[in-house]
């Protein structure tokens, strides 16, 4: 049975049931963006920022669902870095039955004091995709995007923390992990048909880019993309 994604605290939390199979099909009308794929080479990544120190190792494209480790550019100490980090911000402690933590994937409400702590400089990150998928609904799957110009780079406006102590599986126990998480924001005519509540905040200029990395207010870029940026395909690119 496939783990279903719920929303809280301004955030999507995902169960995570161990495998690819998690996000695959959320509950109609839940988590948004359980799903995204990546297949940018590594070594186009590291000139798109300049600067860019690459510390991720070898880097494999495809999908990447929650709980999994995949590539993000952050705030190192001698600039930006690539590295890998597990998907999923830690959860707020009152929507945790457990101790354990599957994460959450998604951020919505940046006026809560959960998020407030992490938006700041020291705490951003992007996240490379190249095409992101949304619920249909309940047994319907998933409906992929892409952009509309395939030369575009995209990156999820995210948030990072790093050498967090949770269990985010029970037969793993304690672990201390790097974690990401994106930034949500209302739906692009797009994605509205299909996802009416939200869509993944993305960043798709190098100056958006820099800016995130560098601590713009994220109310300033907690927007959709405009109208016409993306088109919807049947399979991730």
């Known amino acids: 049975m496939p783990a279903v994604p719920v929303t809280?605290?301004?955030?999507?939390?995902?169960?995570?049931?161990?495998?690819?199979?998690?996000?695959?099909?959320?509950?109609?009308?839940?988590?948004?963006?359980?799903?995204?794929?990546?297949?940018?080479?590594?070594?186009?990544?590291?000139?798109l920022i300049d600067g860019l120190t690459d510390r991720s190792g070898n880097l494999a494209p495809g999908s990447v669902y929650p709980d999994q480790m995949a590539p993000i550019i952050r705030n190192g100490a001698d600039g930006p870095e690539l590295v890998k980090a597990r998907w999923g911000m830690p959860s707020p402690r009152f929507a945790l039955k457990t101790e354990r933590d599957p994460g959450v994937t998604n951020v919505r409400n940046l006026e809560s004091p959960h998020w407030r702590r992490w938006l700041g400089h020291e705490h951003r990150c992007l996240v490379?995709?190249?095409?992101?998928?949304?619920?249909r609904g309940k047994g319907k799957g998933v409906q992929w995007f892409a952009p509309a110009d395939p030369g575009s780079t995209l990156f999820f406006a995210g948030i990072e923390t790093r050498g967090w102590r949770s269990v985010r599986k029970v037969k793993d126990g304690e672990t201390v992990d790097d974690l990401y998480a994106f930034l949500t924001c209302p739906p692009n005519a797009e994605v509205a048909p299909i996802h009416p509540k939200a869509m993944p905040v993305i960043l798709t200029r190098p100056q958006e880019w820099h800016a995130w990395l560098d601590g713009i207010p994220a109310t300033e870029l907690q927007r959709p993309l405009p109208d016409g940026t993306l088109t919807l395909v049947e399979a991730p690119v």
């Open 128 to 135: 490379p995709l190249t095409s992101f998928s949304e619920p």
């Open 8 to 47: 809280v605290a301004g955030g999507s939390l995902t169960p995570v049931r161990g495998g690819p199979r998690n996000g695959r099909e959320p509950a109609e009308g839940g988590a948004i963006c359980n799903l995204y794929n990546h297949t940018t080479p590594q070594e186009a990544l590291v000139r």
